[in-house]
Nanobody
Framework: QVFLMESGGGSVELGNSLTLSCVYS????????LGWVRQVPGKEREDVAG????????YYADSVKDRFTISLDKAYRTVYLQMNSLTPMDSGMYFC??????????WGQGTQVTVSS
């Protein structure tokens, strides 16, 4: 079982940046990818970024490509999501996730990101 704990959400203005952190623990048997999933009320959950824990190959949704960067610090068992040039469309609950890209099976409790214009 994997445990995921997010932090770093908050409220920012249009164009600003925010970095989310997720500490992971537990067994790594059930996942090969760590990532971030975004949920907006009334919309489908969106997998925004993922990183393969072996090669650290990165995946990004088209909506965040070139603005968001996912990274992994294996020594501290932390995955980060650096978010730049934020817009109100990026607002939502962000969940740290583990599993496979676009097939995540475990999620944290989530951290809220609000971008105002």
């Amino acid at each position: 079982q994997v445990f995921l704990m997010e932090s770093g959400g908050g409220s920012v203005e249009l164009g600003n940046s925010l970095t989310l952190s997720c500490v992971y623990s537990g067994s790594s048997v059930t996942y090969n990818t760590l990532g971030w999933v975004r949920q907006v009320p009334g919309k489908e959950r969106e997998d925004v970024a993922g990183i393969y824990t072996g090669s650290e190959y990165r995946y990004y949704a088209d909506s965040v490509k070139d603005r968001f960067t996912i990274s992994l610090d294996k020594a501290y068992r932390t995955v980060y999501l650096q978010m730049n040039s934020l817009t109100p469309m990026d607002s939502g609950m962000y969940f740290c996730a583990a599993g496979a890209w676009e097939k995540f099976t475990s999620w944290g409790q989530g951290t809220q990101v609000t971008v105002s214009s």
